[in-house]
């Protein structure tokens, strides 16, 4: 028998299958046996180790690992014994076959294989998708085959030591262990558990064992007990002091004690160990990297990088050193590279040493790029190298990273002053990314010029709103800040996102409400749910950025315009019974649940006072933010009062009184009753000042109905009653320009017959169409070219103002008005002659006619 394969076990049935199966290429090349002694399995261990081998055996387990492991020597009859633990497997047979098939076998005693440790999950899954890494894993060189000769064996109760003959021969084969990690705390636990009894036991036998106090250290460490794991590896360094041990041999007490030093930060200590052990016997890889981590974290910068340096060139050839040579040292730092770059970039970035920072750029693991990305940023830009930072963002386009360069580029663009932005976006604008339409966006905002529509079509153009970081906001704010609809960029993003935008647009940017402000008093109400929705995330956010900053009105304006489109959303989006009854737990958020009680208290303004407070109260629970708005709400008390709704009913039909009073020319008793009315409102209904609008047109105060009917057009900007005459003021004050911007409004949504027909009267009388050319409702006026007319002088005016009535005065106004549009003021103020000489284009009569 050539080979003998001998392993003890116990409870290894998470990893026996890969282990034994990966011996299956062996047994078949080479002429074995395999022997598996089971020190008292209770899991599915005997059951794999059956379906490989009939030679199991069973041993009680008596906590001595070397006396177990002879007694598989013991059932070995090979030539040669392979010792493989059950958490381990061959990687790559095949130089363990041909070691066999040749003449190899008989020029040597022992063979060395390289050992690599998975300790997390992490690596698992790195290594099953990456074999590659195995060489970045830690491990070492370890004696696992062995001539079996009668004298051959193993000793010590714990970390068994075969007493291996030499020469010894290294092979290309490689061992993964997996036994440094578990999916059972438990049954790690246990381990450690019997492993650190059994230590102290034979130290309590053996004080003086360096070996038993460096493997209690391990354990210690292992289970994450610093303190005691240094405490244990002094106590290894000083007996092998006291003993005169020649430390060159024995180099693992160096490399242990010193990642103990580090994991307990005793950085001083920590470079004076490091020191004293390279002199021992330099070409430690550890030893260097640790070396190097105490000089980083003392900031003695320029030595920590010629100690990375040095690090890393042993990294590069490792199986060429020294440490890799020892087979008593396990050299954790292999994998360390990329820390070490890491290291690097920060150390250069601390003495400026920019270029030298720039050349390690494209050698880090693209992981670890995330941690150092706005160190290399700065770096880029501190030596104005914004050509090659270009090239470098192809690279990470290339590599799925842009976004990481992009939030390193945000935080260096967030530490520049005002005068410092200009280079910075202008360095960037040739980036092959969404990211330099930003910068254009943002350098439109510096310069504080108009930029037109079709510009900000231009940078939003392949931009995907919906995914792209919060910061592309600024693209969203130039376009508010310009009065350009925002519909067609966030029209297919969802709510949050708006949110997470205007957030960023408020937290980056002064005077956001008064933006907000001037952007919904430019742009009026539509059905639209994609405006509704808008219009309600815009004025949320003005409510709660003006709170202190807007005048009464505005506030009022702006907390009106959100309860209303946010009201008529939800109806879009809720069924009447959702909304009626109240299902606030349904509904997306406490915003909606807001609105909901919002909604229900309207539908008891007027019939229920102590519901309509009730509600308003629960909607200051569910969205506290809103609570200013809704006490205006409280404190206004526009309800009736029972004693007036028995007299008049509601105040809408007081309302319908005064208008009825009005056109009947009743204007004192309208005035009358306007008193009344306006004890249950105040100056935010729009009624109010639609009515106290219609009264001054009336009597003939142009300028005063002007002011109130704009003022009823800012509190309710959809009533068409209130555009109408608006249109009609300006029409009567023969501003004919705002006249028919405002009339066109109007007529676009018009759809009482009446109305549209009157508008149309007014278009003729302005000379924009002809007399039998009517418009057609077809909510599109640009056929007219409303916007382009030339309109003709009227027909002279003349204005007579009187004293009062008599009917000589009127016999004379009568005649007039035969040929000239003629106009009767009852003079009371010198106001009113102020307004008559506004609208009149010529006086026909010399004087003040009485």
């Known amino acids: 028998m050539q080979l003998s394969i001998a392993m003890m076990v116990k409870n290894e049935g998470e990893h026996l299958e890969r282990c034994l199966q990966s011996l299956v290429p062996i047994m078949e090349a080479v002429e074995s046996e395999l022997i598996i002694v089971d020190t008292g399995s209770d899991d599915n261990t005997v059951d794999i180790a059956r379906k490989y081998t009939d030679k199991v055996y069973f041993h009680q387990w008596n906590d001595h690992f070397s006396e177990i492991r002879n007694i598989t020597i013991n059932y070995s009859s090979g030539e040669w014994i392979f010792t493989i633990d059950g958490d381990e497997f061959v990687y790559n047979p095949e130089p363990i076959i041909e070691f066999f098939n040749s003449q190899l076998h008989k020029q040597y005693n022992t063979v060395l294989l390289d050992i690599r440790n998975i300790t997390t999950y992490d690596k698992q899954i790195e290594f099953e998708r990456n074999n590659d890494i195995l060489h970045k894993l830690t491990g070492q060189l370890t004696k696992k085959i062995f001539r079996n000769t009668p004298d051959f064996h193993f000793k010590g109760a714990i970390h068994n030591q075969p007493q291996a003959e030499k020469p010894y021969v290294k092979i290309d084969s490689f061992l993964v262990h997996f036994g440094y990690m578990s999916t059972d705390p438990e049954l790690m636990e246990k381990k450690f558990q019997r492993t650190a009894r059994i230590l102290k036991q034979e130290l309590d036998n053996d004080p003086w064992n360096v070996y038993y106090w460096f493997q209690l250290s391990v354990s210690y460490a292992m289970h994450k007990e610093p303190k005691k794991a240094l405490d244990c590896a002094i106590k290894a360094y000083d007996t092998a002091n006291e003993l005169n041990y020649d430390f060159s041999k024995r180099m693992y007490l160096y490399v242990h004690f010193a990642a103990m030093y580090l994991q307990n930060k005793m950085y001083q200590e920590l470079e ?184 900000i079509q231009e940078l939003i153009m392949n931009i995907d709103f919906q995914y792209a970081p919060n910061y592309y906001g600024d693209i969203i704010y130039l376009s508010l800040v310009n009065n350009i609809n925002i519909n067609f960029i966030v029209n297919s993003i969802r709510e949050n996102k708006i949110n997470e935008y205007f957030e960023f647009i408020s937290d980056n940017h002064e005077s956001v409400e008064r933006k907000i402000y001037n952007y919904l008093t430019y742009y009026r109400s539509t059905d639209r749910i994609q405006d509704l929705r808008l219009n309600k995330s815009l004025a949320k956010y003005g409510v709660i950025l003006g709170e202190t900053n807007f005048s009464e009105e505005e506030y009022q304006y702006i907390f009106f315009r959100y309860i209303k489109e946010g009201i008529h959303y939800l109806k879009n989006l809720y069924n009447d019974e959702m909304l009626s009854y109240l299902y606030t737990s349904h509904v997306k958020n406490n915003e909606e649940a807001f609105l909901i009680y919002i909604m229900n208290a309207f539908n008891y303004k007027e019939e229920d006072q102590l519901k309509y407070v009730q509600y308003l109260k629960s909607a200051i629970n569910e969205f506290p933010i809103m609570a200013k708005g809704v006490k205006l709400m409280l404190d206004r008390q526009s309800f009736i009062t029972e004693d007036n709704h028995n007299s008049h009913n509601s105040l809408n039909k007081l309302r319908f009184e005064i208008e009825d009073k009005i056109s009947q020319g009743e204007i004192t008793e309208a005035k009358r009753l306007l008193i009344e009315y306006n004890k249950y409102s105040d100056d935010h209904d729009p009624n109010l000042q639609s009515m106290k609008g219609i009264i001054a047109m009336v009597e003939g105060k142009y300028y005063k109905s002007l002011e109130l009917f704009e003022k009823a057009n800012k509190i309710d900007d959809e009533n068409l009653d209130i555009l109408y005459n608006l249109g009609y003021v300006y029409y009567m004050l023969n501003d004919y320009t705002n006249a028919v911007t405002i009339l066109k409004k109007c007529y676009k949504y018009a759809e009482d017959e009446e109305l549209i027909k009157d508008i149309n009267g007014l278009f003729v009388e302005m000379k924009v169409i002809e007399d039998n050319e009517p418009l057609e409702n077809t909510n599109d006026l640009s056929q007219h070219k409303l916007t382009d007319v030339d309109f003709r002088k009227q027909q002279t005016k003349l204005v007579f103002f009187s004293k009062g009535d008599d009917k000589f005065s009127q016999d004379i106004i009568d005649y007039l008005s035969t040929k000239f549009d003629v106009r009767k003021i009852v003079v009371k103020d010198t106001k009113q002659i102020d307004e008559g000489m506004h609208w009149l284009i010529f006086v026909g009569l010399n004087g003040v006619m009485s």
């Open 272 to 455: 004076n160990l490091c020191v004293e052990g390279l002199n021992v016997a330099d070409g430690y890889m550890d030893l260097y990297y640790y070396l190097a981590i105490s000089h980083f974290e003392q900031g003695k910068n320029q030595s920590a990088i010629q100690y990375f340096k040095k690090y890393l060139a042993i990294n590069e050839n490792y199986e060429d050193s020294i440490g890799y040579m020892d087979t008593t040292v396990i050299e954790k730092s292999i994998d360390s590279r990329d820390s070490a770059l890491k290291a690097l970039i920060i150390l250069y970035d601390r003495e400026e040493m920019y270029e030298d920072l720039i050349n390690l750029v494209y050698d880090i693991e693209l992981d670890t790029l995330k941690d150092v990305m706005s160190l290399i940023v700065n770096a880029y830009i501190s030596i104005g190298e914004y050509r090659e930072l270009i090239k470098y963002e192809n690279y990470l386009i290339d590599n799925n990273m842009m976004q990481d360069l992009h939030l390193a580029l945000e935080r260096y663009y967030d530490t520049l002053k005002t005068n410092n932005k200009e280079e910075f976006l202008k360095g960037l604008l040739d980036l092959n990314s969404n990211y330099s339409k930003l910068c254009k966006a943002r350098l439109y905002l510096l310069e504080q010029k108009d930029c037109d529509k079709s510009k």
